[in-house]
């Protein structure tokens, strides 16, 4: 019933709901550990800083054989989660292997609060004074978190910063635009809501001088940005603050208040729609439509150049076919694009890597040979690699590490000689991220994919 109204009215269960409240708050309750399942090994794969799983010792890596007395060789993997969940202040009992010595140890933890950090990584690009930020999320955190990150890679040299917000879903309105307002001098408009309920109507204007608003930057998105995400890259586009690089966003710009139940479950519904300062509409849902059929003449690529062409054919195929797209002009004189989602100043798409990368992923190849490297080299890595900043620069895919992952590949009955070679480097950079991912978690998975992707360098 609430989907027949629009596409992000929704209800939720009442596990659905705490889910959905954890993860923009930006922390939930737990021990703090994934799991991967590796052949038939159920494995540590991630540990959150400063969690009671990490506090008591358990490592990335380590194979946990026992739950509460229950051998994890008979759970599924959504029993295991279960089992791991659970109220702060109550207690789950695990028996898990060490990759290190091989010693079996029983570990009674008592589940608290677990950090869900919404920058997934944050460093500056080799070589150079471009610092980058990815973030996955706008949660409750995400301003502060922000800020931090941007002081620590100030002291470390950065003078640029790019900020990498494709796949961000959003999040918090709040929260997007207190990061907005770091980047912008006071009195500058960097949004506003309007909706039926006149109580609802709002303009968000900047209050004081942000400590960031000296900083060049760039924003990148991607059709999965979305929400919050839009409206950031739709202020720093319309006052000429930066450029966007990537793709034509989500549009979604929409706004849901949710209301509780008393059975603990809850619905959303839009109430209304934000837009940006030179008041271009982003929610694609809105935009009057008239026809599908429209087409554009080829021949506009002479005038505008592929990217030109590229961002004009998406904003028609967005709109729908609308009586007209809607162009704006920015402070500098700029022509943008308005009318679903934020279309960007630089077409610039991901290359498309083969089938065989496709299913060296899907099937865990990758997950599973760093594994072996990692549990066989620990303390060899550690040791010459200390810390990420150094593995970035320093680790690389050598002849031999590479014939022993076609090797195992090959083991697994999957590879196409091919293919390997159109995806050489992507196929060396997956490995050197997986094996980043062991050591230092999601933040050494994407910042070495980060470092060597094709849109950052561009």
């Known amino acids: 019933m609430l989907n027949s109204f629009d596409r992000q009215s929704d209800y939720f269960s009442a596990k659905q709901l705490k889910a959905f409240e954890e993860s923009n708050a930006g922390t939930k309750e737990g021990v703090g550990l994934q799991i991967v399942k590796l052949d038939d090994s159920i494995v540590v794969g991630s540990l959150s800083s400063g969690s009671p799983a990490d506090s008591a010792g358990l490592k990335r890596g380590d194979v946990l054989l026992f739950i509460n007395n229950k051998a994890t060789s008979t759970m599924q993997t959504a029993e295991i989660n279960d089992s791991l969940s659970g109220a702060k202040g109550t207690k789950v009992t695990l028996i898990a292997k060490s990759f290190l010595t091989g010693n079996l140890k029983e570990y009674v933890l008592t589940r608290g609060d677990v950090s869900l950090p919404s920058i997934n990584s944050y460093f500056i690009l ?10 996955n999320r706008f949660s409750q955190t995400t301003d502060i978190e922000f800020v931090s990150a941007i002081k620590e890679l100030l002291q470390k040299g950065m003078k640029k910063l790019i900020v ?16 907005l307002e770091e980047f912008f001098p006071s009195g500058i408009h960097l949004a506003s809501i309007t909706g039926k309920n006149p109580e609802l109507n709002a303009k968000f204007v900047t209050k004081n001088v942000g400590q960031f608003s ?63 300062p030179l008041d271009r509409q982003i929610d694609k849902d809105n935009i009057k439509r ?24 998406a904003a028609v195929e967005k709109s729908g076919g609308s009586d007209r797209v809607n162009i704006y002009k ?27 990368t496709k299913y ?9 040979f760093a594994y072996n490297y990692y549990i066989k080299n620990y303390q060899q890595l550690v040791k010459v690699y200390p810390e990420l900043d150094v593995y970035m620069i320093k680790f690389n895919i050598d002849s031999i590490l590479y ?32 094996i980043a991912h062991y050591l230092w978690d999601d933040k050494g998975y994407s910042s070495v994919l980060l470092n060597n992707d094709m849109i950052v360098k561009k």
């Open 126 to 135: 080799s070589g150079s004074h471009l610092g980058i930020i990815a973030a």
């Open 164 to 179: 990498d917000i494709r796949g961000n879903p959003g999040g918090y309105l709040d929260k997007v635009i207190n990061l």
């Open 214 to 276: 000296k900083i060049p930057i760039i924003v990148l998105i991607d059709d999965k940005s979305a929400s919050a995400s839009e409206l950031f890259a739709g202020a720093i586009q319309d006052w000429d603050r930066g450029i966007v690089v990537g793709t034509n966003s989500f549009g979604k710009g929409s706004i849901q208040k949710v209301w509780s139940i008393k059975d603990g479950s809850a619905f959303k519904l839009t109430v209304g729609e934000y837009l940006t």
């Open 290 to 313: 008239t026809s599908n059929t429209l087409a554009l003449d080829e021949s506009l690529k002479l005038s505008l150049g592929e990217d030109g062409f590229n961002k004009l054919k």
């Open 330 to 356: 920015t402070p500098k004189g700029r022509s943008i694009i308005g009318g679903g989602g934020i279309n960007p100043d630089v077409f610039a798409q991901s290359d498309t890597t083969t089938l065989l």
């Open 360 to 368: 060296l992923l899907s099937n865990g190849i990758f997950l599973n």
């Open 403 to 434: 014939n022993d992952f076609v090797q195992f590949s090959f083991s697994k009955n999957i590879w196409n000689e091919q293919m390997a070679k159109q995806d050489d480097e992507v196929i060396k950079n997956y490995i050197k991220a997986f």
